[in-house]
Every structure is written in C-alpha cells, then in structure tokens.
C-alpha cells in the first residue's frame, strides 16, 4: 500500500502538477502518474485520458514497494522533480514535454518536438521501479498496436504514431508495455514518448544521453524566461512568478492563442453536467492573461495574440457580424459541441464533452477585455500591424453601436439573454480606452463619438445597474441578485473604490454571496442548468482586489490568503472550490484563476506602497 499524500490526495484534481511545452500540456499525479496528454496540440484527441476513464490510458512510473512522495518544480522552471522515499532507498522521477534545442527567452516553443521526456535516477540507496505505458488515442477509443523494438516500443493507432525510446527493457502485454527495473544509487533510467501524425516524418529514437540533455535544455529555457521576463517583487512573489509561468504554459506558441485550460470536462460539482472543454482561446481569458503577464512576467511578444485576433475575426467584425467569443488555437471558429459517451468523466461526471457551444453566444463584455489589454499595452501599439489597429478601431465601434443589446454574460448562462451590467461595464471600458488611444490608433476622428457612447452606458449603469433593495450594484438591469463581476466596478476604473455604492456592492457580497470559508460564489440567479457549483477562486480574487482599492488591506490579505491556501503543494489553482470538502474542482490548472491571483497581489501592494 501507498502512502497518502501530506497536501493533495491521489485521486484529486488538485493532486496533479502540469508540464507544457507550449504547444500542449500534461497532468502528473503525485505518484508518477501521466494522466492527461494531448498532442500535438492542447485540443487534440488525448492520448493519456485516465484523468475521464480507467481505460484511457495512462503512463506510471514509480517504485514497487510503498513509498511516500513530494515534488517541485526546478527553479524558475516547468520541469517537474517528485522525489519518492523507500525503506531502501530514495528516487528521483523527472518529467518534461521538451522545447527545441537552445531556446531561450522570448523563443520558449518555438520548435517543439512533441516528446514526453522522463528518467527515474537513484539518489540514495537502490530502489526497484515499474513503469506501464498504456497509451489510448483518441480520448481511449483506441488500443494501439505495440511492437517491441531494440531499445522501445512503437505503436499506431487511429492518426497517431507513436514512439518510446527507453533505457531499460520492456515486455509487451497486450495494449500495455511493462518494465521493472532495479536502480542503484547513481544510475538513471531514461524514456522519450514521441507523437507523429500519420502525415509527417517518422519519429527517431532518443538515446539515454540525448533524453538527458533535452530536460536539461528544457529547464535552462524555461528558466531564461523566468529571468529575462519576471520582474514582480513584491508580496507573495514565487506564487505570482509561478502563475506568470502557468498563464506562459497555456499559450500557444505558433499563433499567441491562450487556453482557458488544459482540460475538459473536469466538472464544477462532482456527478453533476457542469463539464465543458476548456482547451480553446476565449477573448476574454486571453486578454485577460495578457494584462496579468503584464504584472508577473512582462510579455514583449502581446503582439502576436493581437495579431492572431485580427487575423481570425477581423472579418467577422467588418461584416457587422457578433464578435466571435473563442476560437481554436488555430484560429478554427466552429468548435461544435459534441459528447463522449464512451467516457465515464470524473467520478462519474457525465457527460464528457469536446467542443464548447458556448461559441455561439453574444458575450458583449469581450469588447472590453480586447481594449482593456490594449491599452495596457498602448507602447506596443505603434509596432502592431496596420490591420491589427483597424481591428482595435472596429472592436471599439462595435461596443458602441451593440451595447444596448442583450446578452448571454460573462459566465455563458445557458437560459434567456438578459441585460448584464458586467457586459455594459465593459463596453464602457471598451470606449473609454479607445478614446485614450484614439491618436495611437490613428483613429482621432472617431474619438468625440466615442466619447458620447461611454457617457451614455456609464449614465444607463449607475440609473439601470444599481438597486437600493439589494444595497448594490446587481447582476442585471432589473434584477436584485448578486452577482461576483460586479466588484469590477473600481477594478476597471468605473468608480472609485470609496464611492459609497461600491462598497455597499462589497458588503453584499460578503455577507450574501461567500461561503464559510470566505470565497466567493459567481451568482445564485437561475442560469438554466441543472446542479450547482462551487466557489469561484477568480471572484475571492477580485474581492481582495477591491479591498485593496478601498484601503481596507488587512481585510484583502486575509481574503487572498483564504484563496491562495487551496493551491496545491506546487502552486497551482483549478476554477473553484467544493465548499464542504475544500476539494478543487473544475479544468485544471485554470488560467482565470492565476490570473485573479496576479492582479490582487499587485493591488495589495501598491495598495501597501502607495508612492512606490
């Protein structure tokens, strides 16, 4: 029997710890366990899915006898070190998805040779070790054919090739290859999982030394980002630098496209529906990710993200069409949903679902979150393709000529459209800054009518979006339920934090939207789904953060250490929190909520610093 973890049980979504490549993305558990992989990209078919289903497939490596395990990551790195101690001994499993040769910096992915990289040394004493690789493309439809090579396995199955190189030999059972091997202390065992589609080239075998040298390589790029890009400096520094390297590894090196996730499917209540595909680019996440990167690692390369969205939906906005929420890595728009039947999700959670239908929807709050990031990166405006300012021109006449209409909100309700204050709010931010990087834009013409249009929502918000029987800012024009994005209102720059209906807006929340624990619910209105959920990390965040604003600081420390305590033993975050358990729940790691962190510990700072 195994030892149970001191931090995360096995078995827990926050027991896994994520490796990138900037392509696409791993889970590992605490015990060695490779349980979610997708490759080439992160929206590809899995080729581990155990995180859905048993039979998913899955690679584990760890020793034979009972053994108890911690882990980090290398410093300034996403190479993930679990130490597992023995009675006889103590190992060292490593894990890596593998960048290309020598980069470094700004080129952290550039050339990635889509290989799972892993050795399992002996530090101390000698420890016996196993390994079962049983691969499943396509989400476990299928059980590839392993043949046995001199020095691994390949295997094919469905579009994928795949190829293990390893140091120590194997025995073939079936779908599964096998190895138990013995390590003294000083001796490594090396594996290499490389994918190829059946289009391209064969993949080449990799030699125990050059698996070595490539994690190496790997560790040494990730950490010439840290350096090169990393300034913070202030309270809670290593989680802010580990969540500007999280919200690095969920971006998509060829087009700048950012994911909201990893994963699908993993729920946000245990045995309920709540389960969507979180592995595309929404605008709104994405832009957000930029301006937290802003804070916890300085991107010099905003342009390409910009790029990308004008590229892809330029031409949706020109038509007079809805600015499409989320698109693929890619640039793909249709992302129709569909479910997986043959999945039974996590504990139960039905159903598995690719593809997210909420593409479809009007969310006009993107406007905003477009012009926000802009503008926090109005130095780089002068560099931006001229098509990519004529996007930024046509994202701020959209938000003027659209913001009266109904929408489906910045929490993709699946019920009727409503007007939402968070969608006004942040069609105001969208024309407010236009209107200040109207000259940048070479759209100077533009700016009075601009002007008008921001004057007018902020005058429909404070009449239509406050309610003195609820004491606060509500979730939409005519209704009295709360809701967790009305404290953007001073985040954004709406009102001061001091305005009197601000904090009675955070005095509502406090006592009608948080649980025992102090983190706060998104809303409790009637979304049109079934189930529940849990807290929202990203809303406990943005409390703090409006704390903060307020100069109430004590009181934001307190509710973004109540946030920060459910990270897990290597700093990451999923989207929510189970009330009664404490459980994380929901795609994993979630960029919202690194995100969230980011910005609050900035605001507690300067709010700390006022002068600095």
Not at 8 to 22: K, Q
Not at 286 to 292: P, R
Not at 534 to 546: R, S
């Amino acid at each position: 029997m195994r030892s149970t973890p001191t931090k995360a049980v096995s078995g827990e979504i926050g027991s896994y710890g994520l490796i990138s490549d900037c392509h696409s993305a791993a889970l590992v558990d605490r015990e060695g366990s490779v349980d979610w992989l997708c490759l080439p990209r992160f929206d590809s078919p899995s080729i581990f899915g155990r995180l859905l289903d048993e039979t998913a497939g899955h690679w584990a490596i760890h020793p034979t006898d009972k053994f108890a395990a911690e882990r980090r990551y290398r410093d300034m790195t996403l190479v993930l070190e679990t130490t597992f101690r023995t009675q006889s001994g103590v190992a060292r499993l490593t894990d890596a998805l593998a960048v290309g040769r020598n980069e470094s910096g700004h080129e952290l992915g550039a050339q990635s040779p889509h290989a799972l990289l892993r050795t399992a040394e002996c530090l101390e004493g000698h420890v016996e070790l196993e390994s079962e690789y049983a691969p499943r493309p396509e989400y476990g439809l299928i059980q590839p054919f392993l043949d046995a090579l001199d020095d691994g396995v390949s295997g094919r199955g469905g579009a994928s090739v795949l190829l293990l190189s390893s140091s120590v030999p194997l025995t073939i059972d079936g779908g599964c290859a096998r190895a138990r091997f013995t390590l003294e202390a000083g001796e490594t065992a090396t594996f290499a999982m490389q994918h190829r589609s059946t289009s391209e080239a064969a993949a080449q075998h990799w030699s125990a030394n050059e698996v070595i040298a490539r994690i190496a390589d790997t560790s040494a790029a990730w950490h010439s980002w840290s350096e090169m890009h990393q300034r913070y400096d202030g309270p809670w520094r290593d989680l802010v630098h580990q969540s500007g390297r999280v919200l690095q590894a969920l971006t998509y090196f060829p087009t700048g496209a950012i994911v909201a996730a990893p994963t699908t499917s993993l729920p946000e209540a245990i045995g309920g529906e709540r389960n969507w595909d979180y592995r595309y680019t929404w605008i709104r996440d994405a832009s957000l990710t930029l301006e937290a990167l802003w804070i916890a690692a300085c991107p010099d390369e905003a342009y390409k993200f910009f790029d990308f969205l004008a590229d892809t939906a330029l031409t949706q906005v020109r038509a007079g069409r809805d600015l499409q929420i989320m698109f693929g890595v890619g640039g793909e728009h249709d992302l129709s949903e569909r479910e997986l039947p043959h999945l039974s999700g996590w504990r139960g959670s039905r159903p598995v679902r690719v593809g997210n239908g909420a593409w479809r929807q009007r969310q006009l709050d993107v406007y905003g979150e477009i012009l926000g990031a802009a503008y926090q990166f109005s130095d780089q405006i002068k560099d931006f393709r001229p098509s990519t300012r004529q996007f930024l021109i046509a994202v701020a006449d959209e938000a003027a000529a659209r913001w009266r209409d109904k929408d489906s909100g910045i929490w993709e309700m699946r019920g009727e459209r409503r007007h939402f204050l968070h969608s006004k709010l942040m069609c105001w931010v969208a024309l407010d800054r236009a209107v200040m990087l109207g000259e940048l834009l070479g759209a100077e013409h533009q700016v009075a009518e601009w002007s008008r249009e921001r004057d007018t929502i902020r005058m429909t918000i404070l009449e239509e979006g406050w309610s003195d029987t609820a004491g606060a800012f509500t979730q939409s024009f005519g209704s009295e339920d709360l809701d967790g994005s009305s404290l953007l209102i001073p985040i954004v720059g709406f009102l001061p934090a001091t305005d009197p209906r601000v904090q009675g807006t955070i005095d509502a929340t406090v006592e009608r939207l948080t649980d025992e624990n102090g983190l706060v619910f998104r809303y409790t209105a009637d979304d049109g789904l079934r189930g529940g959920e849990g807290t929202f990390l990203l809303c406990t965040f943005w409390l703090a953060h409006a704390l903060a604003l307020s100069g109430k600081v004590e009181r934001a420390r307190e509710t973004f250490e109540r946030a920060v305590s459910f990270a897990n033993d290597l700093g990451l975050l999923a989207e929510e929190v189970e009330p009664a358990t404490g459980q994380l729940l929901g795609n994993f790691p979630q960029a919202f909520s690194h995100i969230g962190l980011v910005n609050a510990a900035s605001a507690i700072h300067q709010a700390e610093h006022p002068h600095n």
